[in-house]
């Protein structure tokens, strides 16, 4: 399950550090942010990573995986009720379940506690778009791996994530990467039933704002499988989707 790489970056944090991320320059603010002591920073170097991972094309290596997550622990370490933290760990695991079968990965529970870290940010802040995004494609990422018996025994459902999607658009309307990982989620599962909500969310990608370097990526991303999704058959745009990140 992939979710969504977004978080709100610590105000507090020095101007450079958030300048290199913002600027794409992943590396440098991870390795900035990561000395400093305190939970923002920690997350914000799990989020760096992270945002690294996403950029390049396949699964991103599990030496950067697995730092991020020990970044985003560290920040939990320190402050265990921390929004980014729970949300970055929650990613981390995400990402970590990708190269495995769905069995593999319900023996790992890994998408179990990206769930419960998720839903643990939404009681704290119901209103917090980057967790109904991370949730809204964890639903559809579930029943796309799981199948029936996968869904009902992880409680997941497409209602649900679109639900959850709903929500994180209705909070940050203008954020390509919320947009994008709900129309790749969609297209990977069904693109011939969901082409209308996959076509919109796509639309909506293209057309946010691109605030960081990030979003850049997202919304190229998001150029690309509106092309496929003209000159692909469904079986076609299933696989590419379910290959993008």
Request: charged share 25%.
């Amino acid at each position: 399950m992939i979710a969504v790489t977004g978080g709100q970056a610590a105000a507090d944090l020095p101007s450079p550090i958030l300048a290199a991320f913002h600027d794409g320059r992943f590396e440098e603010a991870a390795r900035k942010a990561a000395g400093r002591d305190n939970a923002d920073a920690k997350a914000l170097a799990a989020r760096a990573l992270l945002a690294k991972g996403m950029c390049g094309q396949g699964q991103p290596p599990a030496k950067l995986v697995n730092e991020a997550e020990a970044l985003a622990r560290a920040a939990l370490e320190i402050e265990a009720d921390h929004v980014e933290g729970r949300l970055q760990l929650a990613i981390a695991l995400s990402l970590k379940l990708r190269p495995l079968s769905a069995r593999e990965a319900m023996r790992a529970g890994h998408g179990e506690v990206a769930r419960n870290l998720a839903e643990a940010v939404l009681r704290d802040d119901p209103g917090n778009a980057y967790a109904h995004g991370l949730m809204a494609v964890w639903h559809v990422e579930v029943v796309r791996r799981g199948g029936t018996l996968g869904s009902v025994i992880m409680g997941a459902s497409v209602r649900e994530g679109l639900s959850h999607y709903e929500a994180a658009a209705r909070a940050r309307p203008g954020d390509a990467s919320i947009h994008w990982q709900m129309a790749r989620a969609l297209a990977a599962l069904n693109p011939r039933k969901y082409r209308g909500k996959i076509m919109a969310a796509l639309e909506a990608a293209q057309a946010a704002g691109r605030d960081d370097a990030l979003e850049t990526v997202m919304a190229g991303r998001a150029a690309h499988l509106a092309m496929a999704m003209d000159v692909l058959d469904p079986g076609e745009v299933a696989n590419l989707a379910g290959g993008m990140l």
